[in-house]
């Protein structure tokens, strides 16, 4: 049995709002700064598309990610996806991936989903098909970069 065979995927409710405040937390300030936490919050109150939130056995919240429209026409934006710090390297994080990734490919008109994170995470999503395609030193605050990435949804471009 795998570690992340007793945590589940279900979509997000109003009602996991504190969990999802409670495993942001547990990531500062490492992956995220304080100053984000609103608008954390504030996502959380207008969700721009689904989001997903991965529990325990208990229903706890352990993780969250979702993924949107991008500006960018023909792209999906990976959003807010996080699993609580101490549950990094389970494998938890790659479920939620996958399974966002796997609901963008279900909408035909999505040709790409494209993601902004700190220089803590690209190597992951380097793992998982995406490309590096821009850092911004400091772009989230001082010695927090931001990198911007693309994974290739058609076919025999990327995974």
Not at 9 to 23: F, H, K, N, T
Not at 39 to 57: A, H, I, Q, R, W
Not at 63 to 79: K, V
Not at 102 to 111: F, I, N, Q, T, V
Request: overall charge negative; proline content about 6%; hydrophobic content about 30%.
């Amino acid at each position: 049995m795998s570690p992340a065979e007793p945590y589940s995927i279900r979509e997000y409710q109003p009602s996991d709002r504190a969990g999802c405040l409670a495993v942001f937390r547990t990531n500062m300030p490492s992956f995220f700064h304080e100053k984000e936490l609103d608008e954390f919050k504030e996502f959380l109150e207008n969700l721009p598309g689904p989001y997903l939130v991965v529990v325990d056995s208990s229903g706890s919240v352990v993780g969250c990610g979702g993924y949107a429209q991008a500006q960018e026409p023909g792209a999906a934006d990976l959003c807010w996806g996080m699993i609580r710090r101490d549950l990094h390297g389970e494998g938890l994080g790659r479920r939620l991936t996958e399974a966002r990734i796997e609901g963008a490919r279900m909408d035909p008109s999505l040709k790409s989903i494209v993601m902004h994170t700190s220089q803590h995470t690209t190597g992951f999503y380097e793992l998982m098909g995406f490309e590096m395609t821009r850092e911004t030193p400091n772009g989230y605050g001082p010695g927090l970069h931001r990198c911007d990435m693309r994974l290739s949804l058609v076919e025999g471009k990327g995974r």
